[in-house]
């Protein structure tokens, strides 16, 4: 059986669907993405056993196949054809014949395929309940928690995003590594019920933003463990995580004895600058906050120090200073794009807040390096 | 000014050890390790004396080869505090040598005697004494090796083993390297062998004459500290203090096992022992990795890095499961599994004390067995109770194949 399909589009569906495909999985029928041809489509399905991806495009087909094929090989011979159609034949024994329709190639590619036989079942989209959320609000959301999560496995709760909605109309997302959380609320134009959060595996989360698009609805929907995504043509799956979020709500201070507004810029290359000075993984740099000014300090045996003043206006009586992470405070300053930003401070043992300027619905929260009282 | 660097390597260290306390043993091919259960014995050799090497007996080596080599041979099982409490002696005595000492294991030490020719004589002399001294106290021989440097050093006391001296002029390193195998080479284990040899380089010398570049192409980055090795120069400075840079445990099992539920539950068992002797040594680790044994002896490795230096049970155990669980040992039974950790910070006071967001909630079990507050308190009680009234007192009660028998 055969298709003719445009190249371009045929090599965008497979990198959709094989980013989730770990090279290391060499000999197992998961390094391989399974097509499904039928009724002038083609649809693309790929697994890594946690999270799976189903995406679909049109092409012109004179039959129904199911065939698995390597995705990294197909869409590497696709990259390199020159632009238009090509023409598809699947033998009855899997062999995949490749044809340009360029005039000036006379080339004939042949990549191994295999039957669908062992590929495992792929849920489709869960159609009940559906959330409808705009893309770009949802992608930015993402992306603003994303730094807080964890990023190793060992305590699964944090290595995701929790959502929920425990307003009416509007959705939180929520990333903590035990040590700094982030925190973004907004409303949504349309009705949504996650009133048990969910937690989202990190993964699954970094593959539905570098979906995500400047315009238009995804959706959304939750059975059972799984949670399901879909975006376009493309439609996600995956597993949620088991276990109890932490109280988040309780960790973030209410009220802040020390308030700050400094500009995010000035304070973001002074971190920089001081950040040659401090020593991973503990980075640790110390912020003096004044009445006028922030003294940003570092001192780090057999490496240096360094001190750098900026200004800032803050409520604060004498100097209060305070030991933070200075990775934390950069991870966190990346994400926030106004000219100046709220810093909160109550006391060396206790959690840091930041937000931008007018939108105190994003918090960011980084407890602090306990320093030894002078 | 040159500096004088000494490497004394005790010679068959465990097994003259058992040689000088019984000296009916003396003479005799003595090993030291498991238990070789007429054949059928599971653990390695710890030592061989020279006697048994001469049969082809050397540590490392499955301890049911050895006896099949071997049947005749004293078998002992290692006395650790025994030899800890020589080692120390002999450490005394080497501080008597040069206030800069630093212990590489239980065996061996390096010494800086810079500037102490006026007192004990050239390297010749200064040997000699070392040698004697030893003797006299403990009754062992030790082999020793002088040169410019830790790596020079090192290599020429293991050239004239046993009860040797080897001193090599300084300024004349790269020429005493030269004609020397690859594998002498301190670093050099067997894979790069392997490697070099694959590329023609069978002696230090040729290593030294290749450019850096194609070494570091094959080797990566520390090709090129072997290949400074090789060209004979070595700057590391004797440090006073032994740094230990991993810790692990490891467990033999009586029978090859293929029971998940047993294996995962040695995991627990190792970590828990693990994760005691870093709390112990006020120690966080980064680097956590599985070291597996299957039937037939192949090992294999698996590591990961965290984000975060740990050293509660929890979060060892769940990278080593974790790294067990993702490892396809093709239907093959397991004979040892361990776990080492590295990458290691120092405690928390000396690295700052980064504080938790929820160590103080109400809700440590929430976290899905995170480590909160309470945990670590959990931990160091247990900790104190298992010091004082030995391992066996607790058993974590909720894993799965603990009251079956590993088979």
Known sequence: MSIVVDKDILQHAILIADAIVSSKNVNTILSNCLFHIYRDSIEIVSTDNEIGIRTRLDAVSDGEIFFTANGKRFAGILKELPKGEVVIDISENYQIDIKTKAKDIKANYTLVGTSKDEYPEIPFFYDDNVIEINQSVLRDMFRKVLHAAATDTIKPVFNGVYLVSDTPGMLTVVATDSRRLAIISRMMENDIQISDGVIIPLKTVSEVVRLLEPTGNCRFSLFENQCFFKIGETEIVSRIIDGQFPNYRQVIPKEQGITAVVETKKINDSLRRAMVFTREPVNKVLMHVGKNSLVLETKTPELGESTEEIPLESNAEGIFSIGVNAQFLMDTLKEIDTFSMNIGFTGQMSPITISPENDDRFISVIMPIQIKSA | ?407
């Open chain 2, 1 to 407: 000014m040159n500096r004088v660097i000494v490497h004394v390597d005790m010679d068959a260290f465990f097994a003259s050890v058992e040689q000088h306390d019984a000296p009916d043993l003396r003479g005799k091919p003595v090993i030291v390790g498991a238990d070789p259960a007429k054949g059928h014995g599971r653990g390695v050799v710890c030592a061989a004396s020279y006697e048994a090497r001469q049969f082809g007996i050397h540590s490392a080596m499955p301890i049911s080869k050895a006896y099949r080599i071997c049947p005749g041979a004293v078998f002992i099982r290692p006395r650790f505090y025994r030899y800890a409490e020589v080692s120390g002696g002999v450490m005394d005595i080497l501080r008597g040598f040069s206030p800069i000492v630093e212990q590489i294991s239980i065996d061996e030490a390096f010494l800086d005697c810079t500037g102490t020719e006026n007192l004990f004589g050239p390297p010749q002399k200064i040997a000699e004494k070392i040698k004697q001294a030893i003797y006299s106290s403990t009754g062992l021989t030790a082999s020793v090796g002088i040169a410019s440097n830790k790596s020079v050093a090192k290599i020429a006391s293991d050239l004239h083993k046993p009860n040797g001296c080897t001193i090599c002029p300084a300024g004349h390193e790269k020429e005493f390297l030269a004609v020397l195998p690859i594998r002498r080479l301190w670093g050099v284990g067997k894979k790069t062998v392997q490697i070099l040899e694959a590329m023609g380089i069978r002696t230090i010398g040729d290593m030294a004459s290749i450019h850096p570049d194609v070494i570091e192409r094959r080797l990566g980055k520390s090709g090129i500290h072997l290949w400074i090795l090789a060209n004979g120069i070595d700057d590391r400075p004797v440090g006073e203090e032994y740094e230990r840079k991993s810790y692990s445990e490891e467990t033999t099992f009586s029978e090859d096992i293929g029971d998940d539920a047993v294996i995962d539950r040695v995991l627990f068992e190792i970590a828990d022992r693990l994760s005691r002797k870093i709390r112990r040594d006020e120690c966080r680790a980064k680097t956590i990795t599985l070291k597996i044994r299957l039937q037939g002896f192949e090992t294999h490795t698996r590591s990961r890095t965290l984000t975060a230096p740990v050293n509660d049970v929890y979060s060892i155990r769940a990278a080593a499961s974790e790294q067990y669980r993702t490892f396809d040992r093709q239907g093959k039974k397991v004979r040892l599994i361990g776990i080492a950790v590295s990458n290691l910070a120092g405690s928390e006071a000396d690295t700052g004390s980064q504080l938790d967001l929820f160590a103080h909630g109400t809700n440590t079990t929430n976290t899905n067995g995170a480590p909160g507050a309470k945990n670590k308190d959990m931990e160091k009680l247990l900790d104190e109770l298992k010091n004082r009234y030995g391992d066996k007192i607790t058993r974590a009660a909720f894993l799965p194949g603990t009251h079956r028998d590993p088979s």
